[in-house]
């Protein structure tokens, strides 16, 4: 497709349930983004991939939180033992080589979780 | 440590009316870039422009224009002769030179009013 694709577009689960989020980039793109947004605040990064590089986990809140991605494809971002603080849009964006940051991230359209 | 703010959180303007948008960056880098995204009511990010921290030139495309100044520290965004069609929530971001992410500010909701 022409753009970045996420699935499940909503997702609600039960306390305590483990959930995996889906990301496809847009052909080409060799880095690869998971933002968190809860409700009516801004995006707070989760982690960075890019090609066969180590990814920066730098902003995963905590050890349930995790993802992988094979290449330059398709990621998967898992929350084990999920909580209802967990609950936000988790966004994926992509991008060409970061480089020195100034290139721009196209993003998907999210998926919205939801733990009760 | 960055920071980006939006000190705005909702505005509301009628239709034709300008309208600007405040974002409020802190950053101890030297060169950094600035973002502006357009979150539609669909959810779905839109990039609207990047501005390196070396450019302080302003910058106008269309209706919309923005005016760096890295005095203030600021990076506001105008719309002029607004349309229902601009209503959405507003993100201004910051990106260190060399980073992997964005910083987000937590967005100003523009509603335009027909």
């Known amino acids: 497709g022409a753009g970045v694709s996420q699935s499940p577009s909503n997702k609600v689960t039960e306390k305590g349930k483990d959930v995996e989020l889906r990301c496809d980039p847009i052909s080409g793109h060799t880095a690869l983004y998971w933002y968190r947004q809860r409700l009516g605040q801004g995006l707070e990064f989760l982690i960075y991939?890019?090609?066969?590089?180590?990814?920066?986990k730098s902003g995963l809140p905590s050890d349930r939180f995790s993802a992988e991605r094979t290449g330059e494809s398709v990621s998967t971002l898992t929350i084990q033992r999920t909580q209802q603080e967990d609950s936000a849009v988790y966004l994926c964006a992509s991008s060409l080589a970061s480089g020195q940051g100034g290139n721009e991230q196209f993003f998907g359209p999210g998926t919205r979780l939801t733990v009760l | 440590a960055q920071k980006v703010t939006q000190a705005q959180t909702e505005i509301s303007v009628v239709e034709k009316e300008d309208v600007t948008l405040d974002c409020v960056y802190e950053t101890r880098d030297t060169t950094y870039y600035l973002f502006w995204y357009k979150q539609p009511p669909s959810g779905e990010l839109v990039f609207l422009i990047r501005r390196n921290s070396f450019d302080e030139q302003n910058e106008i495309s269309g209706r919309y224009s923005w005016n760096f100044q890295k005095s203030t520290s600021s990076f506001n965004f105008t719309i002029t002769a607004s349309q229902v069609v601009d209503s959405a929530v507003y993100f201004c971001a910051l990106r260190r030179t060399g980073a992997n992410n964005l910083f987000f500010g937590t967005g100003t909701r523009l509603t335009v009013i027909p």
């Open positions: 991939f890019q090609g066969n590089s180590a990814p920066d």
